[in-house]
């Protein structure tokens, strides 16, 4: 693609949610850009950003990063570099291919169809009332030569879909986002006003939302069974999209052929559908034109216990030392003197927590604040949860927080002693009793009075609700991923023993692994070479982009893991791989 090739980004400054102020385009113009440019083959810089209200406005940018108007902040530009990266990955060559005269006015503003000021006034409804259900009847085997879908089956079962033609025009792509390991509905918004959206209004393309199978409504057995959840399978399932892109039949557009490779397919994903991403444009490029990975995690991985390493490195570093002292002051009673069984209760206690029957569940417990992490959001326009803020605002405050534990403070100091941080008593009595007001407003919000007893609500040791496998047992859907193929067992046993654990080493692989077995009698560890013969950290392949943050805590599994993980390595970010790591951001 030539310098100064158009791409158009509507409405970027709502989107973001960032406010910039009006500029004046460069006087140099003979007429003023309709879209972005993208300057050179391998330069994601961007020279003109429209950003479209009743008038229009520009933000004039040159070559260099420090020429951006000061109203745009580096935070934006980050936004800025990944949305356009994201549009230039495949638009750039694309637009050749599907407009050979070039994109000009055919996704200016003024030639999308009146419809979507409808729509655009319709944010705030539920998007499940804008976009019909459909199905497409697919099979549930597609590798009768393998035996480890013995016995094999020639059904069919529904798969869920919705579709957005609305920007639609011939020569336009199909861009279908992969829903992952979740009821899709759940990601319909993405189809009304997010990315799928955007990026439909700047390709003319159709936007669909696909449901995984087993997810949802996609259930292709009569129950989730040990037995009946062996077609529960990323290969399976990678074959579910590419049966659709190459068969279906969009309701209101049968006289148009849109199956692959006829029409270009763009596939799109985050994290479990990211990774799925990456491994649909590998092996089948010739079905899937180009993919986007988002947080994909390509690298499946047994003992991952690198997932609290970025919190580590990257959260207040304060809360981080005082959540490890406390925790290993913690684990020094709990392992360290394990056959202590009344100071172990007396830790219970004043945790709120005596009727915890394993140590194990009660550390994973007093543990939540770590996992909060995950949920909270880089783009100001989405709100996150502020549960881990609120978390470390607790842990580093130096006032207590919670008057009514006052009381506590002799037992927290005995524990504090007998963890051996007895030396630590002035630094760390605040912080742990607040980290115990937290946690008991945290699980009273989340699980109530837990009745009839507190292993109801927490204990991993109940056989029995392992043992239900009916099909609304939907707990069942990813667990059995990780277990037999994918792994993750995110643990605090396995951090070097000359580092502090964020989570407690009671948190070890046997604790995590007795959903394995209790559930689907698998007692050896998942075979994670079903996933990495793919490439893993080094998979890579013409017209697909990685896109991750910063600081996501799977970032060790995806192929910007360096420097959590020695094996990846970092590439040059290209317009035909485009390789893109967001200062700051954290999942998807």
Not at 367 to 386: C, F, H, I, L, R
Not at 456 to 475: M, R
Not at 483 to 499: D, F, H, I, K, R
Not at 540 to 560: K, M
Request: hydrophobic content about 35%; aromatic content about 14%; glycine content about 6%.
């Amino acid at each position: 693609m030539s310098a100064g090739t158009s791409l158009c980004f509507d409405q970027l400054q709502d989107r973001w949610g960032e406010t910039v102020q009006r500029t004046t385009p460069d006087p140099s113009l003979k007429k003023k850009p309709t879209s972005i440019c993208i300057v050179g083959q391998s330069s994601w810089f961007l020279p003109y950003w429209k950003f479209d209200d009743l008038s229009g406005f520009y933000i004039n940018k040159s070559s260099s990063i420090t020429n951006l108007p000061k109203s745009i902040s580096s935070n934006m530009v980050s936004k800025i570099y990944t949305g356009c990266a994201i549009l230039a990955f495949f638009q750039c060559a694309f637009s050749h291919q599907l407009y050979p005269d070039g994109f000009g006015g055919k996704i200016s503003r003024t030639t999308i169809p009146r419809r979507e000021l409808a729509l655009s006034k319709r944010d705030n409804i539920d998007p499940s009332l804008l976009y019909p259900t459909y199905n497409l009847s697919v099979p549930i085997d597609y590798f009768h030569n393998e035996s480890r879908y013995e016995p094999h089956s020639n059904g069919t079962f529904p798969l869920r879909y919705w579709f957005d033609a609305t920007y639609y025009k011939p020569g336009g792509p199909v861009i279908v986002l992969q829903s992952g390991e979740t009821d899709a509905t759940g990601r319909l918004p993405f189809l009304q006003n997010g990315l799928l959206h955007q990026l439909a209004v700047a390709t003319n393309g159709i936007g669909v939302v696909l449901e995984h199978r087993y997810y949802g409504e996609s259930i292709p057995t009569p129950d989730f069974s040990t037995k009946n959840l062996r077609f529960l399978t990323t290969e399976q399932a990678l074959m579910d999209e590419v049966y659709f892109a190459r068969n279906i039949v969009f309701p209101g557009l049968e006289d148009q052929n849109l199956t692959a490779p006829n029409v270009a397919y763009i596939g799109y994903g985050g994290s479990y559908a990211g990774a799925f991403n990456a491994f649909l444009r590998k092996l089948y490029p010739d079905t899937f034109w180009g993919t986007i990975s988002s947080s994909g995690v390509v690298e499946a991985i047994y003992d991952y216990w690198t997932y609290f390493e970025p919190i580590r490195v990257f959260a207040d570093q304060k809360c981080i030392k005082n959540t490890q002292l406390i925790t290993n002051s913690m684990d020094n009673i709990v392992i360290g003197q394990e056959n202590n069984t009344a100071l172990i209760q007396e830790l219970k206690t004043v945790w709120g927590l005596p009727n915890v029957t394993y140590s194990n569940d009660f550390m994973s417990v007093v543990m939540y604040g770590m996992w909060e992490w995950q949920s909270k959001n880089w783009d100001p326009a989405v709100e996150g949860t502020p549960y881990f803020d609120y978390y470390c605002g607790n842990v580093t405050s130096n006032k207590l927080l919670w008057p009514s534990l006052n009381t506590s403070t002799t037992e927290v100091q005995k524990l504090l002693t007998k963890g051996g941080y007895v030396s630590e008593l002035s630094n760390l009595t605040i912080p742990y009793l607040n980290w115990i007001g937290w946690l008991t407003d945290y699980t009273s919000a989340n699980f109530g009075d837990c009745s009839p007893s507190q292993d109801s609500c927490y204990s991993t040791h109940n056989l029995t609700y392992y043992a239900q496998d009916d099909s609304s047992q939907s707990w069942r859907l990813w667990p059995y991923q990780y277990c037999t193929e994918w792994g993750y067992l995110q643990n605090g046993a396995s951090v070097p023993a000359n580092q502090l654990p964020l989570l407690s080493r009671t948190i070890d692989l046997p604790y995590l692994s007795i959903i394995c077995e209790a559930s689907f009698n698998i007692t050896t560890p998942p075979a994670v070479e079903n996933i990495n013969k793919h490439g893993g950290f080094n998979l890579s392949y013409p017209r697909l982009a990685y896109i991750d943050g910063e600081q996501d805590v799977w970032r060790p599994a995806t192929p910007h893991a360096s420097p959590f993980n020695t094996t990846a390595h970092n590439r040059t970010s290209s317009t035909s791989q485009p390789f893109i790591l967001i200062e700051g951001a954290v999942h998807h």
